[in-house]
T-cell receptor, first 111, second 116 residues
Framework: EDQVTQSPEALRLQEGESSSLNCSYTVSGLRGLFWYRQDPGKGPEFLFTLYSAGEEKEKERLKATLTKKESFLHITAPKPEDSATYLCAVPLFSGNTPLVFGKGTRLSVIA | GAGVSQSPSNKVTEKGKDVELRCDPISGHTALYWYRQSLGQGLEFLIYFQGNSAPDKSGLPSDRFSAERTGGSVSTLTIQRTQQEDSAVYLC??????????????FGNGTRLTVT
């Protein structure tokens, strides 16, 4: 059973066309959520940490939000350089624990 | 500053051979993780080291997989008697300390392993 599910699997946008990516999770007692960006041939790059429901974080054209059941990554007026795979991850347990990652959303922004 | 360094970046090996993958974490980072990323799959946790504590090996898929971390720094992931299903990108990550939320992972660019 997947504990972290991301949708859609792939998204193709025109430059300037805003949209949202979804990350839903089934782990009980959420202890925060991470968003990462991964470019082809590279390792994931950290974007945001969200600590609790209701929290929002912004960086350039990206805004991440968190509820008790899911997180959204909103992309406003995207540019071709925003094309990448976006991954979300949650810690399974508190304290010293590896992260559980979703399979990612592959975003393509067309000029 | 220098990030997480992994070598080799690509490795092609024949089925049944042993391989060693190396990870140099960011200096001063006490936590080190290995993940595996297969085509169309998410990152799969393999093993985790924290300081001098016993590693968390709960993600290793079989006893053909092992890892060590020498002197609290460099780590080597060894796969013995490689199988075709071992083909994947092996990612290493480090973080300044454990406790999760305040210590995001810093990833290397991975080793792409192909078993023929």
């Amino acid at each position: 059973e997947d504990q972290v599910t991301q949708s859609p699997e792939a998204l193709r946008l025109q430059e300037g066309e805003s949209s949202s990516l979804n990350c839903s999770y089934t782990v009980s007692g959420l202890r925060g959520l991470f968003w990462y960006r991964q470019d082809p041939g590279k390792g994931p790059e950290f974007l945001f940490t969200l600590y609790s429901a209701g929290e929002e974080k912004e960086k350039e054209r990206l805004k991440a939000t968190l509820t008790k059941k899911e997180s959204f990554l909103h992309i406003t007026a995207p540019k071709p350089e925003d094309s990448a795979t976006y991954l979300c991850a949650v810690p399974l347990f508190s304290g010293n624990t590896p992260l559980v990652f979703g399979k990612g959303t592959r975003l393509s922004v067309i000029a | 500053g220098a990030g997480v360094s992994q070598s080799p970046s690509n490795k092609v090996t024949e089925k049944g051979k042993d391989v060693e993958l190396r990870c140099d974490p960011i200096s001063g980072h006490t936590a080190l993780y290995w993940y595996r990323q297969s085509l169309g799959q998410g990152l799969e946790f393999l093993i985790y080291f924290q300081g001098n504590s016993a590693p968390d090996k709960s993600g290793l898929p079989s006893d053909r997989f092992s890892a060590e971390r020498t002197g609290g720094s460099v780590s080597t992931l060894t796969i013995q008697r490689t199988q075709q299903e071992d083909s994947a990108v092996y990612l290493c990550a480090s973080s300044p300390r454990t406790g999760g939320l305040d210590s995001p992972l810093h990833f290397g660019n991975g080793t792409r392993l192909t078993v023929t």
